[in-house]
């Protein structure tokens, strides 16, 4: 049963996906007075398509044992590593809304007791709160750097086969901290 919903949320990611890319390259045929912004809808695409496939990744996932395994992660940490690995990832989390900040308690004095209760307590709505509040730009700035890494040329067709395998580095950078 989990492999059909997990198929069934990758077809529905990838039809909006679709959609969405179909809209904003469609933006560029219609007449308007307003002038087309390429990098509006460039982080528009990105950002959208991204969040649309962590979406999806949560709504399949066992989210209690992904919950259970890092916070036995956190419990195994002493405190300066915990220090050391949330500085990292606290630089990230700069991208969100202040209100998601303020709203889920993210802020630079974070220790790991209260890291461990947020995660204790976080839902899968919380979760999908917090990914649409991370601005398109944010993602866009973070995918453009996982290009350059990869050595890509973007200024051939953005493919979801691109897009896939961002998501699959950023799953793999979520599963190791």
Request: hydrophobic fraction near 40%.
């Amino acid at each position: 049963m989990n492999q059909t919903r997990a198929y069934a949320t990758t077809f529905i990611a990838i039809i909006l996906s679709l959609f969405l890319a179909h809209e904003v390259m469609g933006a560029t045929e219609r007449k308007t007075t307003d002038p087309f912004d390429a990098q509006k809808a460039k982080e528009l695409l990105v950002g959208q398509t991204v969040k649309i496939f962590a979406k999806g990744y949560i709504a399949v996932t066992d989210i209690d044992k992904v919950k259970q395994t890092n916070i036995a992660k956190l419990q195994k940490m002493d405190d300066q590593e915990f220090k050391r690995k949330y500085a990292a990832i606290y630089r990230d989390m700069n991208g969100l809304s202040p209100e998601t900040k303020a709203t889920y308690g993210i802020n630079d004095k974070m220790n790991r007791s209260t890291a461990i209760e947020k995660i204790r307590l976080a839902t899968k709505d919380d979760l999908y709160t917090i990914i649409d509040s991370i601005p398109d730009a944010f993602i866009t700035k973070h995918f453009g750097a996982y290009v350059a890494e990869k050595g890509l040329d973007l200024k051939q067709s953005l493919s979801a086969k691109e897009i896939k395998r961002f998501w699959k580095n950023i799953r793999k950078k979520i599963e190791t901290e």
